[in-house]
């Protein structure tokens, strides 16, 4: 019986909502039909996909892939509960009617992560562990409706340039919120935050992941960005983020560690950087192989171990 994971993609690969300049000319059409023609099964969402759900479900079956999930801008840092439910709605209704499981909820109140003039050590903090508390229940109530309402798991996402980057952020988030708040786990975002350790920091908290994204990282690059004070999109168009096997992070262990603990769901290639450095279609190849060949040398060593049992 095969591990049941499935690979899928970001369009971020062939052209960056954040930075239009990187892809920008390039159509949806490339990209869905290019990752499906690798072998991805599905897409996350980005900008340039339909946003009514009948719209969309069309346009994901012309090439035959799935809709993965997509971003969610939450406030909920500075806003109130009543105000996110009644802002999530749309694309809560969209996600539903498209099949998604989860929702990639990532916390842009008062986030440089798109701010290219501003340096990640500005980026914002909590004031006092009161803060804290409060911004953890609101999201307890936030991923209890997400899951009463749509059917929808909270998939909250650590990020560079936001209120939970660090790995100390992403501990003490998962010890204030209950199972109603998914994690994320972001490869890429958690060796940038401080996590060089990336299976280390995974295993801590692999009973809560609920979605994963798959990026890898160029140390030397990355060294740059925290020496010279760079922005997150500075980084991203200098290089900072790759795919998986392009890079530092072992995906290997990463992968092993979610089969070992029960994970089942969509492995993410999402690897923020500029197509005409890095082609799209060529990095996502990569990207795509290399987590193909761990998992199925996963499901190898578990069949060899099946037979001999």
């Known amino acids: 019986m095969n591990w049941n994971v499935r690979i899928g993609i970001n369009p971020i690969s062939w052209s960056n909502d954040d930075l239009p300049a990187l892809g920008g000319d390039t159509p949806l059409e490339t ?14 969402l980005g900008n340039k996909f339909p946003q009514e759900p009948d719209a969309l479900r069309a346009k994901l079956a012309e090439f035959g892939v799935a809709c993965v999930s997509g971003w969610y801008s939450g406030r909920l840092a500075e806003g109130t509960l009543e105000d996110e439910i ?13 099949g ?6 990532g916390e842009v109140a008062g986030s440089i992560q798109g701010r290219i003039d501003v340096p990640l050590a500005r980026r914002p903090r909590f004031r006092d562990e009161a803060a804290w508390r409060v911004y953890a229940a609101k999201l307890d109530g936030f991923g209890k409706h997400l899951r009463a309402e749509y059917g929808i798991t909270l998939a909250y996402h650590h990020h560079m340039g936001a209120v939970v980057e660090s790995p100390e952020d992403v501990d003490h988030l998962m010890a204030l919120t209950g199972p109603d708040v998914g994690l994320l786990f972001d490869t890429g975002h958690a060796w940038y935050g401080g996590a060089t350790d990336v299976v280390a920091q995974l295993a801590k908290h692999v009973e809560r992941v609920v979605h994963v994204h798959c990026k890898d990282v160029r140390p030397q690059v990355v060294r740059t960005a925290r020496n010279d004070g760079w922005s997150f999109l500075t980084g991203v168009i200098n290089g900072t983020f790759t795919v998986p096997g392009d890079g530092a992070i072992d995906f290997g262990g990463v992968l092993a560690t979610l089969h070992d603990a029960g994970y089942e769901g969509w492995l993410v290639v999402e690897a923020e950087q500029d197509p005409a450095v890095a082609p799209s279609y060529a990095f996502a190849k990569k990207g795509y192989d290399t987590l193909r060949a761990i998992v199925d040398r996963i499901d190898e060593e578990r069949d060899a171990v099946q037979g001999v049992s």
Do not use: T
């Open 100 to 105: 998604c499981r989860v929702v990639v909820y």
């Open 86 to 98: 009644a802002a999530c709605r749309a694309h809560l209704s969209k996600l539903r009617h498209n």
């Open 31 to 44: 990209a869905l039909r290019e990752g499906a023609e690798i072998g991805y099964e599905g897409f996350e």
